[in-house]
């Protein structure tokens, strides 16, 4: 149970990085087919505890736009591993994101067979977005239908969005303006519920450079950068 909860946390942190800036679609314009980006994940002592890999598989000219699909690998220190594919559109300057994609495919594959119910909400970050805005809340709600009047529930939310700041970051694949966004979350897996917030710092071209996770009282327990960006 422990391993779903982390691995729903680490698929968040890359993929609500999608957002837009500005009505050009700036975000990836100079990500091609095979681009990857390579992001570490550290526990609050600095330790390693895994690697996160997109690639893009497939950019293409939509109507307004571009389309984009990605590739995530996700491998910690301890033989966990999963894989998956989502795609994000950018259309008049507004990317959106197919939310389910973010449960990771192994949380759901002991349900394999069985009915299974995803309900997402559209997260983003409006044009222009300044210190002080506020932003939408997201929301992910998976129901198993396990053929017993008992149904398997994973919730995940995201709320309370607030951009607080403009920084510069820097990681080891270099310096980047960025928007500082805060976030309460709650991952909910049947009765179990953990409760957490986020800092995530968000280039306006590359997504997310740097998210920290923080506990309810406020103190770091990990934290997640862009080590690489490969075109």
Do not use: W
Not at 69 to 80: A, L, N, P, R, S
Not at 129 to 138: F, H, R, T
């Amino acid at each position: 149970m422990k391993k779903i909860l982390s691995a729903c946390i680490v698929t968040l942190i890359v993929f609500t990085a999608p957002a837009a800036f500005g009505q050009d679609c700036e975000i990836y314009e100079d990500y091609k087919e095979g681009t990857s980006t390579k992001m570490a994940h550290y526990d609050k002592k600095d330790k390693l505890t895994g690697y996160t890999t997109m690639t893009v598989k497939e950019r293409k000219e939509i109507p307004g736009g571009v389309s984009l699909t990605f590739v995530q690998e996700y491998d910690d220190t301890e033989e966990y591993t999963f894989e998956n594919e989502f795609g994000i559109e950018c259309v008049n300057g507004e990317v959106k994101m197919d939310m389910s994609k973010l449960i990771d495919p192994n949380t759901l594959s002991a349900y394999e067979d069985m009915e299974i119910d995803i309900v997402a909400d559209d997260m983003s970050i409006p044009s222009g977005a300044s210190p002080g805005e506020q932003l939408n809340d997201g929301n992910v709600t998976v129901t198993v239908d396990t053929g017993t009047p008992v149904k398997v529930s994973i919730k995940i939310s995201m709320a309370n969005r607030l951009v607080e700041s403009k920084e510069k970051v820097t990681t080891p694949a270099g310096s980047f303006d960025c928007l500082k966004i805060s976030y309460d979350m709650v991952t909910q897996i049947g009765f179990i519920k953990v409760k957490s917030a986020t800092v995530e710092y968000y280039n306006k071209k590359h997504g997310v450079i740097r998210s920290e996770s923080l506990d309810k009282k406020g103190k770091l327990t990990g934290y997640s950068v862009v080590e690489e960006i490969n075109y």
